[in-house]
C-alpha cells in the first residue's frame, strides 16, 4: 500500500496533527468575548484555518505594549516585526512553512505551494490560490501595470517560472533551472510577496472597475491615474493604508499622518497555542513616533516596552542604571552581520591616481594591518566583541578561523613593508607618505551621521594609521547624501556595517562576496552594473572580482549542497585574500529593552535584519504580560 517505510511513518504523523488540531479545546480571546457573544464577530473556530499552525509555547492573551520610532514610515517595522510569512526562519534559521500548511520543492526548479484551507485574511474573507492569480496575471506579468514587474528573484537566466493553480489551495511555480533564491526572498525581513487581497485590490484595478471611476478614486487620492492608486493602496510591506487587508498578527488602525499609531490584534490570525489560545497574545501595539536620537533618552525613562531601534552599545551603561527606577531589563543579544564596521575602498572613486592605489591589494592589505583591533574591541566595546575580518561568523558551518584573522593581526612592520613595495617612501617631515604626484597620502573617510560609535572607532585606527604614514579626516553625513556620493564616485572610502548575513549555510546566497548590488559601497558601479544588466554602471575589470562573480553565477545554477560549499570557501578564500572591505570588529552585543513584565522574550539570542528581521524570528505574536493590570485594555 505504502512505497516504503518513511512514507507510512510520514502519514501516522500527519493525521496524528490533523486529529490533534482538530480536537483542540479552543479559548476564545477575552478582548473578543464580547463581540462573538453579540454575534458581531464568528467564534474562534470559525476565524482559524481548519489546519492553524500550532505553536509550542504557553501565555495569557490581552494587553498592551508601546514602542518608539524614529520615522512616521515606521509603520513598516510592525511587518517586520510580526514576521508572518509563508515561510519563515525558525530559531536555528532553517526555512520553515508558516503561512503555508507545507511546500514541497523538486530539484530545486519546481516549487509547489499548499494553503491552509479556512486561512482568512484580516477582514474575514478566504486567503485562496486567487490571491497569488490575481498578483501574477493582473499586476507581475501585466504589461499595463509598469510600476509592479516580475521581481528578479523570480527570473533565473532571464526567463519567468511557469504559474499554475493546481486547485483553490495549491499553486506551483515551475523554473527551468534551480532557483535558490525563491525561499530566502519570501522568509526576508522585507519579504517577496507574491500574493495580493484580490477582494480589495479589484476594486482599483481597470480590469474589473471602469475607469471613469477609478479616474475619480484617483483624482479624490491626489494621484496621478489608476495605476498609482492602485500601487499606494496596495503597499503590503509599507504598511500605511488602515483597510488594506493583512496576515500580519498586528493590523494598523491609525490613518496616516500621525506621530501615534495603533496596531490592533488580527482576530483571524492563523498561529494558536498548544492550550488553545489564538495568538498574538498581545491585543495592541501603539507605535510612538520621535527624534531617533531621543530613543536612548525615552527608553531610559520607561517609555518604551520593547526596543533595539535606535539603540547602540554606546547605551548600555545608562541604560543598566535606570532598569530599576523605570521597570525594563537591559539585554545584550548577538549580532550576526559578518563586521559591525567595516571599511569600504571605493574601487570605482572617480580619481584615476586613488583609484589605482585602492586596486593595488598592497595598499588594503597594509591599512588592515595597521588596525589594532584588540584596542578598539577593549576600549570601546569591553572586550565583548570579536576582532577581525568582514567574513562568516563561528555561528556559521562556513567558518574558518583564517577568514576572520589574515590580514587582520596587528603589524605596523609588516604594514609599513607593503607601502614600501608599492614605492610609496617618500614622507613629509611629520611622516606623512607621499603620493607619486607629490600630494600627501591622506583621504576622507565617511560615515553615517545616524550611528554614534563610527567616529570614536575612527579616531583609534586615525591613530595607528598614522604610523605607516597614512593620515585620515573623518566626515559624517546624512545616510542618503553618503550613499549617493559613494555611488557615483566621489567619496574614496566610507565605513559601514559589513556582510548582512554572518551566518550563512552552503544554501544561502554568497552574492555579498560578490559585484552584484550599487549597494555594495567597495565596487557601486560594478554592482550597478550586474543589477541593470549592464544598462547603467561600469564592468568588472578587475581579475579578482570577475572570478568572484563569475563563482557567485556558478553557485546559483549548481544543485548539488557540496559544490554550493565547495564554491562559498573558494568564494571567502578570494575575498578575504583581496581586503575588498576591511572589518574592524564584529559580534557587538545588540542592546534591547524590555518591560520586566513581558514573557517568552530570549534572554539571549541573534538580532539580525535579514535573516532575522530583528525580533521577527523570535515570534513577538508569542510575547505576552504577566502582569494582570498591564494585560487590562485601558
Not at 480536537?23 to 473578543?32: D, R
Not at 588594503?364 to 574591541?377: C, G, Q
Request: glycine share 6%; net charge positive; hydrophobic share 35%.
Amino acid at each position: 500500500m505504502f512505497g516504503n517505510t518513511k512514507s507510512f511513518f510520514i502519514l501516522v504523523l500527519f493525521l496524528f496533527y490533523i486529529s490533534t488540531a482538530s480536537s483542540f479545546e479552543l479559548i476564545e480571546t477575552p478582548i473578543l468575548i464580547d463581540e462573538v457573544s453579540k454575534g458581531q464577530l464568528p467564534s474562534i473556530r470559525d476565524r482559524i484555518p481548519s489546519e492553524p499552525s500550532i505553536v509550542d509555547t504557553s501565555g495569557k492573551p490581552g494587553g498592551i505594549i508601546n514602542v518608539l520610532m524614529g520615522r512616521k514610515k515606521d509603520t513598516r517595522q510592525l511587518v517586520v516585526y510580526g514576521y508572518a510569512r509563508l515561510v519563515g526562519y525558525d530559531s536555528k534559521f532553517n526555512i520553515r512553512p508558516d503561512i503555508l500548511s507545507k511546500i514541497d520543492v523538486q530539484d530545486g526548479r519546481i516549487f509547489t505551494l499548499y494553503l491552509r484551507k479556512g486561512h482568512k485574511w484580516s477582514d474575514g474573507h478566504p486567503f485562496t490560490a486567487e490571491d497569488f492569480r490575481y498578483y501574477w496575471e493582473d499586476v507581475a506579468t501585466n504589461n499595463e501595470v509598469a510600476n509592479e514587474n516580475v521581481p528578479s528573484s523570480m527570473i533565473i537566466e532571464g526567463q519567468k517560472p511557469e504559474f499554475k493553480i493546481l486547485n483553490e489551495f495549491t499553486i506551483r511555480y515551475t523554473w527551468k533551472k534551480p532557483n535558490p533564491f525563491f525561499l530566502p526572498r519570501l522568509a526576508g525581513a522585507r519579504p517577496l510577496y507574491i500574493y495580493r487581497p484580490a477582494h480589495y485590490l479589484k476594486k482599483f484595478h481597470i480590469k474589473y472597475v471602469d475607469k471613469s471611476i477609478l479616474q475619480s478614486k484617483a483624482k479624490y487620492a491626489n494621484k496621478r491615474n489608476w495605476l498609482a492608486l492602485h500601487y499606494s493602496v496596495s503597499e503590503q510591506y509599507k504598511n500605511s493604508n488602515p483597510d488594506l487587508p493583512s496576515l500580519q498578527p498586528w493590523i494598523l488602525s491609525t490613518r496616516p499622518p500621525s506621530k501615534r499609531f495603533r496596531f490592533l490584534r488580527n482576530k483571524y490570525y492563523h498561529r494558536i497555542d498548544r492550550a488553545g489560545h489564538q495568538l498574538p497574545y498581545l491585543d495592541e501595539i501603539r507605535m510612538n513616533v520621535t527624534n531617533s536620537k531621543l530613543i536612548p533618552i525615552k527608553a531610559g525613562g520607561g517609555e518604551t516596552d520593547l526596543q533595539g531601534r535606535g539603540l547602540s552599545f554606546s547605551n548600555v551603561t545608562a541604560l543598566k542604571q535606570s532598569e530599576e527606577g523605570s521597570g525594563f531589563r537591559t539585554l545584550l543579544w548577538k549580532t550576526a552581520k559578518g563586521s559591525r564596521w567595516a571599511l569600504f575602498p571605493n574601487l570605482n572613486t572617480n580619481d584615476a591616481q586613488w583609484r589605482r592605489i585602492l586596486r593595488d591589494v598592497r595598499f588594503r592589505r597594509a591599512l588592515s594591518l595597521a588596525i589594532n583591533r584588540h584596542e578598539i574591541n577593549q576600549v570601546i566595546y569591553y572586550g565583548l566583541a570579536r576582532p577581525g575580518n568582514n567574513t562568516v561568523l563561528p555561528e556559521s558551518p562556513l567558518y574558518r578561523s583564517l577568514y576572520q584573522k589574515k590580514w587582520a593581526n596587528f603589524d605596523i612592520d609588516k604594514s609599513n613593508s607593503l607601502l614600501d613595495q608599492m614605492g610609496l617612501t617618500q614622507k613629509t617631515n611629520s611622516g606623512i607618505r607621499l603620493l607619486p604626484n607629490g600630494k600627501k597620502l591622506e583621504f576622507t573617510i565617511a560615515f553615517s551621521t545616524e550611528e554614534t560609535e563610527s567616529s570614536d572607532v575612527l579616531e583609534l585606527i586615525s591613530d595607528t594609521w598614522r604610523r605607516i604614514g597614512v593620515k585620515i579626516f573623518l566626515k559624517p553625513m546624512q545616510r542618503e547624501v553618503l550613499r549617493n556620493r559613494i555611488f557615483s564616485g566621489a567619496i574614496k572610502m566610507s565605513m559601514w556595517s559589513g556582510l548582512e548575513n554572518g551566518i550563512p549555510n552552503a544554501q544561502s546566497s554568497p552574492h555579498e562576496l560578490s559585484p552584484t548590488s550599487q549597494q555594495q559601497l567597495q565596487w557601486p558601479k560594478w554592482g550597478q552594473y550586474a543589477e541593470t544588466n549592464g544598462n547603467s554602471g561600469l564592468p568588472v575589470d578587475m581579475g579578482p572580482a570577475e572570478k568572484l562573480l563569475l563563482l557567485n553565477k556558478k553557485w546559483a545554477t549548481s544543485a548539488m549542497t557540496a559544490n554550493r560549499r565547495n564554491i562559498w570557501h573558494q568564494m571567502l578564500e578570494i575575498y578575504t585574500d583581496q581586503m575588498f572591505s576591511i572589518g574592524i570588529i564584529a559580534s557587538v552585543p545588540k542592546v534591547i529593552v524590555a518591560n520586566k513584565n513581558i514573557k517568552n522574550i530570549p534572554k539571549t539570542a541573534i538580532y539580525n535584519w535579514d535573516p532575522g528581521a530583528h525580533f521577527g524570528v523570535h515570534r513577538p505574536d508569542q510575547f505576552w504580560l504577566d502582569d494582570p493590570a498591564l494585560r487590562k485594555n485601558k
